[in-house]
Each structure stands twice: as C-alpha cells, then as structure tokens.
C-alpha cells in the first residue's frame, strides 16, 4: 500500500507549476547540452563540404527509417569517391585473379630447420627484440600459473 500512496503524492505533485516550470527549464537545459554537443563534435568532425553534405544526406537516410548500417557503409564508399582528384584517374581497379595454388616466389632451402625471407637488418633486429620481450613477459606472467 505504501507504494501506491507515494505514486498518489507524486503525481497530485507533478501537477503543480512549480514542478511543471522547473522541468520544462530542465528539458531546455539538456536540449541545450546534446545541441552544443553536437555543435562541437560537428566543427571537429565536418571539416569539408563533402563530409558535411555526407553528415546531412546520413541523417536524412536515418531519419526515413533506413537501417544504420546502410548511411554509414554509403558514406564510407562516397567520401573517398567524392574527393578523389582528376589526376587519380577514374578509380577503376581491374585484375585477373587465377584461383589456385599460388607457387612460391622463392625456394626454400633444404639445410635449415626454420627459414625466414631475407629481410633488412633493422627488421631483423625488431624481430629479435620484441620475439625476446615477448618471451619475457610470458615467461613472467603466464608460465607460472599455468606450471602452478
């Protein structure tokens, strides 16, 4: 019965207005908030024309009820689509795929265990120190709980 009562005084309260004033100031303050929100993530985000013509056609696309997925792939297709220059060319890709087995494009000798392409120094040298890091790390953390 106690819930029901304060439901009662809440609700002969909600009618007052003064509450009613106080969240109607509060409904203005957050629409406030989410448009100067959107204001600054816009002036960051936006930075051309074409992004924002993409924001506005989006926002019209989800507006009609289209699923999310579908504005946001559009325009990940037609911003690179769009500020692509006349020099670029028309963007046209074509290729001729054999599908198969790919033959490798160099041999592997016969005398070694494990066999790496031949790469830059600095390279191997990366290779060696964060194979050694990782090593370490693993050695530290891991191998004890799992020997435990």
């Known amino acids: 019965m106690l819930p029901a009562r304060s439901v ?6 909600m009618e007052s207005p003064v509450f009613a004033a106080a969240f ?3 409904q203005a303050a957050v629409v406030a908030l989410i448009v100067r929100g959107l204001h ?3 002036s960051r985000a936006l930075t051309d024309r074409t992004l924002v013509a993409i924001a ?3 926002f019209a696309a989800s507006a009609a009820g289209l699923v999310f997925a579908v504005p946001l792939l559009a325009g ?9 220059g006349y020099a670029e060319g028309e963007g046209l890709v074509i290729a001729d795929i054999e ?3 790919v033959p490798p494009s160099e041999s592997i000798p016969d005398d070694v265990a494990a066999w790496t392409p031949e790469v830059a120094a600095q390279m191997q040298t990366g290779w060696a120190t964060s ?3 990782g ?6 953390t891991t191998r004890p709980r799992r020997n435990g």
Not at 8 to 13: D, Q, S
Not at 76 to 84: E, G, K, S
Not at 135 to 140: D, G, L, N
């Open 8 to 13: 009662a005084v809440a609700t002969i309260e």
């Open 99 to 101: 599908i198969g087995r």
């Open 135 to 140: 090593r370490a790390v693993y050695v530290k």
């Open 40 to 42: 600054r993530i816009g």
């Open 24 to 26: 109607a100031g509060a």
């Open 76 to 84: 990940a297709v037609a911003y690179p689509l769009a500020r692509r």
């Open 131 to 133: 194979g050694a890091a």
């Open 56 to 58: 506005i056609a989006a």
